[in-house]
């Protein structure tokens, strides 16, 4: 079965533009981490669709590397996010006022 394109590319920026919301609209830094990675997936997908297009693996290796990063961002972030929760129990962006003191 294949699949137009177009299809594809709408459920993509679908996809990215939820995610996007979701960085604007949410304050709990988790949400915040998920909708990043749901951006990026939307990222991928779309780097997958235009190589199987062109016939050209460049946008499929370049997906490994965004997943690469996307990891260690996730790795980071939790870990981030984990030492703020001690220090404040809280996970608010508006509570990420004493990192400017």
Do not use: Y
């Not at 830094?29 to 780097?47: D, G, K, Y």
């Amino acid at each position: 079965m294949r699949v137009e394109p177009w299809i594809v590319l709408t459920f993509c920026s679908a996809i990215f533009f939820i995610g996007f919301t979701g960085v604007l609209i949410r304050r709990n830094i988790l949400v915040i981490l998920m909708s990043i990675e749901l951006m990026l997936n939307a990222v991928n997908l779309t780097f997958v669709t235009f190589s199987k297009q062109l016939n050209h693996l460049g946008g499929q290796m370049s997906v490994f590397f965004i997943i690469t990063v996307a990891a260690a961002e996730s790795a980071v972030g939790l870990s981030l996010v984990i030492a703020m929760f001690r220090t404040l129990r809280s996970v608010d962006t508006d509570e990420i006022q004493f990192l400017r003191e």
